[in-house]
């Protein structure tokens, strides 16, 4: 009672009051109320103004894990723009072909965006379970444990607030389909023509007795010279495309169209050569 404490604590008025509420959102309405009930000699603190600096600290630790997050969701789409622009070199010689069936641009910009977009909603969608699962495990059996004497609690309770859920989600798939936009304009751009042709030009004579193509080579040397290319993928391209295109020398620098050839695919590579299977 009061009387026990003045009689403890020697002092004749009480210096400081303490009330709880049933509502932690109602402290500082209280303490206003407070306030203007007692007057201007008298001052109320909630528990979110004692505990100013631990609250800084953790809305600035909350900015650090937004940022943090952010990053790891940006490197993510980086991880899909890269993805895609392969997958869209390795199968330019499909897109050409549908191409040339009659899909126009816009449809194969629609294939590859639909493309980073399931993967988008795929990874989205693990995460966002994870996140849950792992965060209601957390707060359910107090596993992130807290120094008492410095924090005041014991342990971290989590929290899912639906709307910041909702907003992370939302962003990531954003992020993920806008990712896409960039291979998906490029796979749309491809020239069927470049994407389906190959062409060699053999204009140099050898004279001194080289293997190489001349003005008076065969049909069978020429097509058994061009079966054979180099395996350094800096000359040669590492998945050629179906139809190549051939020209005969005629001396000088003049050559003449010797033969359109189809690649049947690739027969034999012993590490520094690759031969295909062609045919006119």
Known sequence: T?????????????????LRVNDLDDAPDVARAVTETLGPGYLAEDWAQMNRALFSALRLEKLAIGITIGLIMMVAALNIVASLILLVMEKSRDIAILKTMGASGRSIRGIFMLQGGIIGAVGTTVGAVCGFLISYVADRYQLVRVPIDVYDIAWIPFTIDPVDFLLVVGAALLICLIATIYPAW?????????ALVIRHA???????GTVGIHGDSSDAEILAYTSVQSANTRTFPAAPPRVWIVFR????????????????????????????????
């Open 202 to 208: 053999y204009v140099r004579e050898h004279e001194d």
């Open 249 to 280: 020398p005629e001396g000088g620098d003049r050559a003449r169209l010797w033969s359109v050839l189809v690649n049947h695919g690739e027969t034999a590579h012993d590490g520094l050569l690759r031969t295909f299977h062609l045919e006119p």
């Open 2 to 18: 009061l009387d026990v404490a003045r009689r403890l604590f020697k002092k004749d008025r009480v210096d400081m009051m303490q």
């Open 186 to 194: 490029q796979a749309s751009r491809l020239d069927p023509a470049e």
